[in-house]
């Protein structure tokens, strides 16, 4: 099948666009917010554990959802700074207070800034600043993504995690959006501030926006940019810039970073300063996040004696009845809670591993329901180790939130971006192979194409590189594989117990796709071994081999099946013609393959075809099962390294096969099993059709014919 060199990369686009549309519309449909609201007298914040007022009755009036307590403490602050011309004040009771008494001030100092300089309501002001936090994101990040997006397939492409995060980021609303636009914003940027090429000053630039960016979200909301921080230290140290440069710009990036969060604190000092004046005995309030408070409620998670559910009530109740005096939010407040979630956990480690496992595996598949199809396009084609290890440390800390509290998607929306860029990246890193390998395999045969999946990009990349590095040398083995090797060859190829016998099963897919189609006519099986494919072959045929490895074949029960038995390809004469010429689990061991490729399409017919099997070497699923099956077994057998018998008999790879018989053929057909990607396979099977006569007889009078074939 010939697959259209224009056609196939907009075929993979259309593929991955759906499949992210259709799950990231999934994960939004899971886009619920935790817990019921609280009913009755409520705790506050700042407060005695005993203290309890009744919750605010006005309604949430704006677009973009909001937590009512917040929204009305940003009516708060907003009137405080009205009436006293200082932030972040607000009258409770009668009595001037902090408003919010904790941390996460941003959003109630700018959004009341933003009103009072354009004289909006405050209704208006909350929408348009959050609505603005993911507009503007969005478009910072997707110019960062088009910078390097090729072309206009993949500048759609890049939409694709940009709008499904924006539209997550303001289905989550509240402060919450900050912890998705940040990752939107920055990530694509810092990518591109580390790419060769870049000149030193815009890294710097970068690196300086960027800590400013990453210290207005900090200030919004606690915790939001921590996941950006660790994805640009990790990207930066694993690079190769000098190490001076990396100090640099690591200084730099905290640099602006520390400006928001300086001026945050001057603001927080301008407003103690104005309480401590007018209000007796005041305290400064609560300026950090409740780690003990979450961590105890997040016991709650799974059904158990200890917490009922996630509700910030029951830990208020649970200090209440130690110490009514403790302060909601305090040092005792939350040693209290603290002992208690080191108590269970000391009594009850079980319960603390189910619990964290569960919140694990939830986190888990959200991120897989993100990533979809860019996990196997990360696999099938690795990004750089940098990029790939800054991804997953990133996404790893934005989950903290949701190992610590409750995997709700709103505490975790960092975590989902991440994974959202992660599936753009991978994705786009797959289709950029596409098109480098079809340009590639139009180059190199000639502007002939078949199918898509039949010559992976290898190194050396032109084709005269490859060829040049035949015949090759099989590494040596010690004298202690050497003395054992005819014994495990045989064992291997026998097939008849234990794990060999299994290799055996999985091995007769290729023998059952080679012989698909074949009814018979003259045939000749390159390696035939011990002659273990008669089996699948019809009656009516005229059977030649090549195998010079006597030991394999001399008791074979099939030895009478066979016409004749050569020992070099050589041997067969060139005026001989054969409807098929084949070879299952033998191409990777020959040494100089090209010369029996190009042999093998002199001696076949004009409707004649060469079929092949072999293993899919140097893919990621043929390794590990190699190593984690027989050699595991030779290891333990013989104390010996079964890796350099793998590299003493497997000379070639699958990508080196593949384009070779896309060079000296006109049509390649292939199959893999048990999925259709390289990596994701344990063999492979090529058909190939209409040799390339000029291209076989040139290469074939460039060798000798003697010692190609070896065992």
């Not at 890049?158 to 980021?169: F, Q, T, Y």
């Not at 400006?259 to 400064?284: C, E, N, V, W």
Request: contains cysteine; aromatic residues 10%.
């Amino acid at each position: 099948m010939i697959v259209s060199i224009n056609r196939m990369p907009r075929l993979y686009l259309l593929i991955v666009l759906g499949i992210g549309l259709v799950s990231s519309c999934a994960a939004q449909s899971a886009t619920t917010k935790s817990g019921e609201p609280e009913t009755g007298q409520v705790p506050r914040l700042c407060m005695p554990v005993s203290h309890r007022e009744a919750p605010s009755a006005t309604p949430t009036n704006i677009r973009i959802p909001m937590l009512g307590d917040r929204y009305h403490e940003v009516n708060e602050a907003f009137q405080g700074w009205k009436e006293t011309g200082v932030p972040l004040v607000g009258r409770v009771d009668g009595r001037w207070e902090p408003v919010p008494c904790g941390d996460d001030t941003g959003l109630f100092y700018l959004v009341p800034l933003l009103a009072r300089m354009t004289g909006w309501s405050v209704n208006k002001s909350l929408d348009t600043f959050l609505f603005g936090v993911v507009v503007v994101s969005v478009m910072i990040g997707m110019t960062g993504l088009w910078l390097a997006a090729p072309g206009v397939e993949g500048r759609i492409l890049a939409a694709v995690p940009m709008l499904v995060g924006a539209c997550l980021s303001y289905k989550m609303g509240d402060v919450y959006v900050v912890q998705g636009s940040v990752v939107l914003m920055l990530v694509p940027w810092i990518v591109y501030c580390f790419k060769s090429g870049v000149s030193p000053w815009r890294r710097f630039v970068i690196a300086f926006l960027s800590g400013t960016v990453l210290g207005f979200a900090q200030w919004i909301r606690t915790q939001s940019g921590s996941s950006v921080v660790v994805f640009f230290s990790v990207l930066l140290f694993v690079g190769i810039l000098p190490r001076i440069k990396k100090l640099l710009l690591l200084l730099t990036l905290l640099a602006g970073m520390s400006l928001p969060l300086l001026y945050a604190g001057l603001i927080t000092h301008g407003r103690d300063k104005f309480l401590a004046a007018h209000q007796a005995g005041y305290q400064p309030s609560v300026n950090r996040h409740l780690i003990w408070h979450t961590a105890y409620l997040g016991l709650g998670y799974l059904t158990n004696p200890y917490i009922a559910e996630w509700r910030d009530s029951l830990a208020v109740k649970y200090v209440q009845a130690i110490d009514p005096s403790a302060i909601y939010g305090g040092n005792r407040y939350e040693a209290i809670l603290r002992s208690r979630v080191i108590e269970i956990a000391r009594q009850h480690p079980r319960f603390i591993v189910t619990t964290l496992a569960a919140k694990a595996g939830v986190l888990a598949f959200l991120l897989l329901l993100c990533i979809n199809v860019g996990l196997p396009a990360a696999i099938l084609n690795p990004k750089p180790v940098g990029l790939e290890v800054s991804f997953w440390l990133a996404m790893a800390v934005a989950a903290l939130p949701g190992i610590v509290a409750i995997p709700e998607p709103q505490y975790v929306l960092g975590m989902i971006t991440l994974g959202l860029l992660y599936w753009y990246y991978s994705v786009r890193g797959f289709l950029e192979m596409r098109l480098q390998l079809n340009a590639e395999t139009v180059a190199l045969t000639g502007g002939r194409q078949s199918d898509a999946r039949s010559a992976p990009p290898i190194d050396p990349m032109h084709l005269e590189g490859l060829l040049s590095t035949y015949p090759r040398s099989r590494p040596s083995l010690s004298s202690e594989q050497q003395a054992s090797y005819v014994e495990h060859y045989q064992l291997n190829r026998a097939g008849k117990r234990g794990l060999q016998k299994v290799v055996a099963m999985l091995e007769s897919w290729m023998h059952r796709r080679v012989s698909a189609q074949i009814s018979g006519g003259d045939l000749l099986e390159v390696g035939a071994g011990n002659f273990n494919h008669v089996s699948y072959l019809p009656t009516r045929c005229l059977y030649d081999v090549i195998e010079p490895f006597q030991e394999l074949w001399q008791n074979s029960p099939h030895r009478s099946r066979v016409n004749h038995i050569y020992y070099d390809i050589g041997e067969v004469a060139l005026t001989h013609r054969y409807d098929c010429v084949f070879s299952v689990a033998v191409l990777e061991h020959l040494v100089d393959l090209p010369f029996i490729l190009a042999s093998a399409g002199l001696l076949l017919r004009s409707e004649g075809t060469f079929r092949a099997g072999f293993p899919s070497e140097g893919g990621l699923l043929w390794g590990l099962a190699w190593r984690l099956t027989t050699g595991i077994q030779y290891r333990i057998k013989r104390g010996l390294d079964y890796g350099a018998i793998m590299r003493h008999e497997h000379v070639n790879t699958a990508k080196e096969i593949l384009l070779l018989l896309d060079y000296f053929y006109e049509h390649v057909e292939i199959t893999r099993f048990p999925l259709p990607f390289r990596h994701l396979s344990l063999y492979t099977t090529a058909i190939a059709r209409s040799p390339r006569l000029d291209r076989c007889q040139s290469f074939h009078a460039l060798r000798s014919v003697s010692g190609v074939l070896e065992p």
